[in-house]
């Protein structure tokens, strides 16, 4: 155990909330009459659809192909019959074209026979093309296609393979409970990642909150190689790559560089045991494990839910919701995106589905600015918040720019803390968006 | 050496100094003078100075500069009025040209009173801030979102909201200048002459009774239209009826006599006659 105390400046500490389900075992969810996929489930070119309306396809059958190397296939989480091909509610509230699945009610979900090579006797090349088959994303959220992260560019050195076990949201307990339910999983994803980066330290970083999944990992570390679990302070947002990598190794990623320029690769928990299972069972990512929590919702619980899944059956299978439900979230409630259709499917970035009630979720009046400089304090990334509030409110966008906008990643820190109940981080988003609007109107 | 001398030393050599230099300038004046045609100036005075942009010009000053050279026609000033033209023409001499009038027109009737609302939402209340969270809280995911984000944008007064939260353009104070075409985040404005009489007030891409499900006056891509209208002029894409406006000529009445929603109209003047009643301004 390190005695140094690891650190990254700034962030806010929430309450953690993660009491209504941290303890909850997994529990598999039925498969529902229907499935929706959207193409676009991952950061990247969306997913080239190769069957046809009709088809059956089995359980892990690949249903699209992966367009460009930033992209990933996406496979048939139930057997079934392709219904439709089309438009759909997507999580990030736009209509997205979607592969429906009409799930075959009394089938035994087989999947088809398949080969299982030995991930030992694979060369690194082809232990990265087997995790881009597998449709392996960033489970932590972003959706990140994983095979890409694990081949560094050219020149450049990885060092350290950092695996995020923080889950520094509130609410969420998915990646608590992939470490505590499959730690040798976790073990074995670490092996086939540090021997494709060809890292020789990997460090898991888990905040203090949840120690059954330190000593679960701690059980099961690898002799023979360099790895060690790093207990961290509890701090929103330890989980985000930057500032994981700041508090275990003390390195600062400068504004518009990858980690590895520093020599670290951040993988989340859950797509590292998700490579390890590939490996175990031949089959690629079809389900993943999903937190439905708050007050909104009788029965909360961790889920194991096929991907593709309405949050309408994920819903009605925790019992439903509250009469005082108000808001569902998609993700934690710092981050997440509030849904507005119930039709929305599981992707595979779902971290979880957050349910508040009239209590957690209120208008409030947007008062005044009265410069008191907590969200300077807050901001994990050094900005200044209250001034870039001030330039999005006259519309200011470019200048912005100057002020590094781009190296928000809209946490909500500055949001939390203001006590006049500016939304900054929403600002921010809408001027994002705004940037990239006027950028593509310039070229 | 005295007071008085050391006075006028000084003098002497700073007024020579300044005759040198003055003398410099002068003649840097005459050789390097770039002529410019007063009446561009002239011309400046006249014109609005709102500098929008609505000629196609940046400003009202590069627009005169135009005038000035004859390759514009002082009509092509939208925010003028007849009055106004008549004066720059009669000051250049030129005629004051056919003004082709351009007016912004919403792409959507999805009022308050018509489409289905499934969410509410909270937050910063501007359209660009409600579409990033997950669309705002209409069902459709084309419609407009009712925030009044163009209002804010319109320079000119022209846009105010109506009860069922849609924008209303005044036709007489819209300048065309494109302003709330850039501020909707749903894109649901265009900029289009007053001509174009027939208009398909939907985008949404759904068909039959799931667009109607979601709205009352959605398009749901029947094609009753494109069948009643001369040829060519209506085509339906992806289950929207779209009017090709280079048949603009051929456009008429017909063609929104049959229309199961309403989507389709024929729009003299300004948009959404019914709806006149105004919200209160947002402060």
Redesign the interface.
């Known amino acids: 155990m390190p005695t140094i105390p690891l650190n990254f400046r700034h962030g806010v500490h929430p309450p953690e909330l993660k009491e209504l389900t941290a303890g909850r075992q997994l529990r598999r969810l039925p498969y529902p009459d229907e499935l929706v996929l959207p193409l676009r489930q991952h950061t990247g070119k969306p997913a080239r659809p190769i069957v046809r309306v009709g088809d059956r396809v089995m359980r892990g059958d690949k249903v699209a192909e992966a367009d460009g190397w930033v992209s990933v296939p996406l496979h048939a989480s139930a057997s079934g019959i392709i219904s439709a091909i089309g438009?759909w509610?997507h999580p990030?509230?736009?209509?997205a074209p979607a592969i429906r699945i009409a799930v075959e009610r009394y089938s035994l979900h087989e999947t088809r026979a398949r080969v299982i090579p030995d991930w030992r006797g694979l060369s690194k090349e082809q232990l990265v093309a087997a995790v881009r088959e597998a449709g392996v994303v960033g489970l932590g959220g972003a959706a990140f296609p994983t095979h890409v992260k694990l081949v560094p560019p050219e020149g450049e050195h990885v060092d350290y393979l950092l695996v995020n076990g923080c889950e520094c949201e509130p609410y969420l307990t998915t990646d608590d409970r992939t470490m505590v339910e499959y730690p040798e999983r976790v073990q074995l994803g670490i092996r086939i990642m540090m021997k494709c980066l060809g890292a020789r330290h990997c460090l898991v970083g888990i905040e203090k909150n949840k120690p059954e999944a330190i000593r679960a990992i701690q059980r099961t570390l690898p002799d023979d190689l360099d790895v060690l679990v790093m207990p961290l302070r509890v701090r929103y947002p330890q989980g985000a790559e930057k500032m994981l990598i700041k508090a275990l190794i003390d390195r600062e990623v400068p504004p518009g560089k990858l980690p590895v320029h520093v020599g670290a690769v951040v993988q989340n928990v859950g797509s590292v045991a998700t490579i390890a299972e590939a490996f175990e069972t031949g089959l690629p990512l079809l389900e993943r494990i999903v937190t439905v929590t708050g007050d909104g919702v009788r029965r909360p619980g961790n889920l194991l839910v096929p991907v593709g899944t309405k949050l309408r059956d994920l819903l009605d299978a925790c019992g439903g919701l509250t009469p005082g439900a108000r808001k569902i979230v998609l993700g934690g409630p710092m981050m997440g995106?509030?849904?507005?259709?119930l039709n929305v499917p599981v992707c595979k970035g779902t971290t979880g589905v957050v349910v508040l009630d009239d209590r957690h979720?209120r208008?409030v009046e947007?008062l005044p600015c009265i410069r008191c400089g907590h969200c300077l304090d807050a901001c994990p990334v050094f900005l200044n918040p209250q001034l870039l509030g001030a330039l999005a409110r006259a519309g200011r966008h470019e200048q912005m720019e100057e002020h590094d906008l781009a190296t928000c990643m809209l946490c909500g820190c500055c949001s939390y803390v203001c006590p006049s109940n500016i939304?900054l981080s929403?600002?921010f988003?809408?001027s994002k968006?705004?940037l990239t609007k006027i950028k593509a109107a310039r070229s | 050496m005295d007071d008085s001398t050391t006075i006028v030393v000084s003098a002497l050599i700073l007024g020579g100094v300044g005759l040198v230099f003055g003398t410099l300038i002068a003649l840097a004046f005459r050789k390097l003078r770039v002529w410019e045609d007063p009446r561009i100036d002239g011309t400046v005075a006249l014109l609005p100075g709102a500098n929008c942009g609505a000629c196609g010009y940046p400003g009202c000053r590069a627009f005169a500069e135009k005038l000035v050279a004859g390759a514009v026609q002082p009509a092509g000033c939208n925010v003028l009025s007849g009055d106004g033209i008549e004066e720059v023409a009669a000051y250049l001499g030129v005629a004051a040209g056919a003004a082709q009038k351009r007016v912004a027109r919403l792409l959507c009737a999805g009022g308050s009173d018509v489409a289905l609302q499934?969410?509410e939402y909270?937050?910063?209340p501007?359209c660009?801030?409600a579409?990033?969270?997950?669309?705002?809280?209409k069902?459709c995911?084309w419609g407009c979102i009712g925030l009044a984000d163009c209002e804010a944008a319109c320079g000119f007064g022209a846009i105010h909201m109506s009860e069922t939260g849609l924008p209303l353009v005044d036709p007489a104070r819209c300048t065309a200048c494109g302003d709330c075409v850039a501020a909707c985040?749903k894109n649901l404005f265009v900029v289009m002459p007053i001509e174009h009489k027939l208009i398909v007030q939907c985008r949404s891409?759904?068909e039959g009774d799931v667009a109607e499900q979601l709205c009352a006056v959605a398009c749901t891509g029947c094609g009753r239209c494109a069948a009643d209208a001369k040829p060519g002029v209506i085509r339906i894409v992806d289950g929207l009826a779209r009017v090709d406006y280079e048949k603009n000529d051929l456009a008429g009445r017909e063609a929104i006599a049959r229309c199961p929603t309403k989507a389709i109209v024929w729009v003299e003047g300004a948009q959404f006659p019914a709806l006149s009643r105004l919200a209160p301004a947002r402060s």
């Open positions: 438009l509610p990030d509230g736009s209509l995106a509030a849904v507005s259709d979720s208008s947007i939304p929403q600002m988003q809408v968006a705004a | 499934q969410a909270r937050g910063l501007t660009g801030a579409a990033a969270v997950a669309g705002g809280g069902a995911k985040p891409l759904l």
